[in-house]
């Protein structure tokens, strides 16, 4: 299994950013794919999922009406758009997939995966 972020960067307040996780390895619509993130000193938090057989779609409260999650299945290939960045968003984020067997709590659970990324970095500068 292998997942690899892209489209960290720095970007000004309110601005906007898309993250893509390539997928391989694994049969892709048989999963969910989770983006978390870390900050300094934090504890890794769930912000978005995306069950990749139903389309179901799952958002932190910190981030809806923010940010949006889909998938090109074409390309197993995951994204996370994220519009009207502010400071709080600065992190490291990570995709990770799972088997998607419960809903939103439970995919929203970094505990819970076990295949991860390598990370990229976002920072907002205010």
């Known amino acids: 299994v292998q997942l690899v972020e892209s489209g960290g960067g720095l970007v000004q307040a309110g601005g906007s950013l898309t993250l893509s996780c390539a997928a391989s390895?694994?049969?892709?619509?048989?999963?969910?794919i989770g983006w978390f993130r870390q900050a300094p000193g934090k504890e890794r938090e769930g912000v978005s999922c995306?069950?990749?057989?139903?389309?179901?779609?799952y958002y932190a409260d910190s981030v809806k009406a923010r940010f949006t999650i889909f998938s090109d299945n074409a390309k197993n290939t995951v994204y996370l758009q994220m519009n009207s960045l502010k400071s709080e968003d600065t992190a490291v984020y990570y995709c990770?997939?799972?088997?998607?067997?419960?809903?939103?709590?439970?995919?929203?659970?970094?505990?819970?995966?076990?295949?991860w990324g390598q990370g990229t970095q976002v920072t907002v500068s205010s």
């Open positions: 990770a997939a799972i088997a998607p067997l419960h809903g939103s709590s439970y995919l929203l659970n970094w505990k819970n995966y076990d295949y």
């Open positions: 390895g694994f049969t892709f619509d048989d999963y969910a």
């Open positions: 995306i069950s990749i057989s139903d389309d179901g779609t």
